[in-house]
């Protein structure tokens, strides 16, 4: 995927000019060690960085205390304790026990795990394109994920969501999408704005032929791929949090040791990031893959959860600024921190009704997401 020259850039922001601002600081984005994050100046940032892991951390226990079979926080903090030090309880603990540990700890799990991912992987992708309507869902990523899952409940491996087949027939449709894309933008020397238009047709296309699956489903199937669609953790096991969260830590982990080229191609574009030693192409290359893989592995186990990939990077840009070394975990923060409060209204608002994330985030993100494009439509016209 690539972008040269003048383009409306989300990501070269007033956070440019705070982290780097002049070729010599894209030089030492591009060269410098992203890890090295010392200074006087960085401090704020590590701040806002801890309290935003401080707010997931109380999201997170609100959310294991919330619910419909009346635990408290000091019968969670009980369950925890007895079950860590393997302390012998009686029967009505035990069920406490188990609420706590199986069904909701896996399912705050599963929902952190995947808002990361989807956040980490929209931060890539706008850098990359240096667009800030770019996502995994607006590229169309999402939805041949989505229609790979799709095509393993109609076909083929029934073991449930998650499976190798569904993951890997998800990450084969996601990376055909990408393969256009990245085919096209160095075929035709695509513009950002025309990758984003054949993203958005691909989006169509995928949603038509995931349709075109419900349509010859038969009725348990087409109940799967419906809930697929909407996007859910129910139902999330520790081994499904084991098979996203171990992908996120990593690929996280990998994007941040590319966080200087990523400032430099972001920030000066690929020309000028060339010129200052950065290998654009690889670059390109291994953060697309890690970006399109984080994507397919979260929908095969999570269905589509939209607008998490496209909204929480421009709420950590607006809060931490636009250094990939501080964005990309601040991001990851703050995607988890949307997809667990969504889950947490969709189970307990209309309880015992248990609303899709999907379908709650979309609530939360639409106006989010427009109130952006309000007060910052300089940035996106």
């Not at 010859?216 to 669609?229: C, D, F, P």
């Not at 969260?245 to 690929?251: D, K, M, R």
Request: with cysteine; aromatic share 6%.
């Amino acid at each position: 995927m690539t972008s040269s020259g003048t383009t409306h850039d989300g990501a070269v922001d007033a956070g440019a000019a705070e982290s780097s601002g002049t070729a010599e600081s894209y030089g030492e984005a591009g060269r410098g060690d992203p890890f090295r994050l010392a200074g006087r100046r960085n401090r704020p940032k590590i701040a806002i960085l801890a309290a935003a892991a401080l707010l997931l951390a109380a999201t997170s226990v609100t959310a294991v205390a919330v619910g419909a079979s009346g635990i408290s926080l000091r019968d969670v903090g009980w369950a925890l304790w007895t079950r860590a030090l393997g302390i012998t309880i009686s029967t009505d603990e035990l069920a406490t026990q188990t609420v706590v540990w199986e069904l909701r700890l896996p399912r705050v799990g599963l929902a952190v795990a995947a808002g990361a991912g989807l956040a980490v992987a929209g931060v890539v992708l706008q850098g990359l394109l240096r667009n800030p309507m770019v996502s995994p869902f607006t590229l169309g990523i999402s939805s041949a994920a989505a229609f790979g899952a799709s095509l393993t409940i109609l076909f083929g491996d029934s073991s449930g969501r998650g499976s190798v087949g569904m993951v890997a027939s998800a990450l084969g449709m996601a990376l055909l999408c990408a393969g256009l894309l990245l085919g096209l933008s160095w075929l035709r020397q695509a513009s950002p704005v025309t990758l984003i238009l054949v993203g958005t047709a691909l989006t169509y296309l995928f949603q038509a032929l995931t349709s075109t699956m419900q349509y010859i489903a038969s009725e348990n199937q087409l109940s799967e791929i419906v809930r697929w669609s909407f996007g859910s953790v129910n139902a999330a096991t520790w081994a499904q949090v084991a098979a996203v969260g171990i992908p996120v830590l990593v690929a996280t982990a990998l994007l941040i040791g590319q966080a200087g080229n990523l400032n430099a191609i972001a920030f000066a574009g690929d020309d000028a990031a060339r010129s200052l030693g950065v290998h654009v192409p690889r670059t390109r290359l291994i953060c697309s893959l890690l970006a399109v893989m984080l994507a397919a592995v979260i929908v095969s186990f999570t269905g589509v959860i939209g607008f998490v990939g496209l909204v929480a990077p421009h709420i950590a840009r607006l809060l931490i600024g636009a250094d990939h070394r501080f964005l990309l975990p601040f991001a990851a923060v703050a995607g988890a921190v949307l997809v667990l409060a969504a889950d947490t209204a969709g189970r307990t608002l209309f309880s015992p009704a248990v609303i899709p994330v999907g379908i709650v985030v979309a609530f939360l993100g639409a106006p989010l997401f427009i109130n952006l494009i309000l007060t910052r439509r300089r940035q996106f016209l």
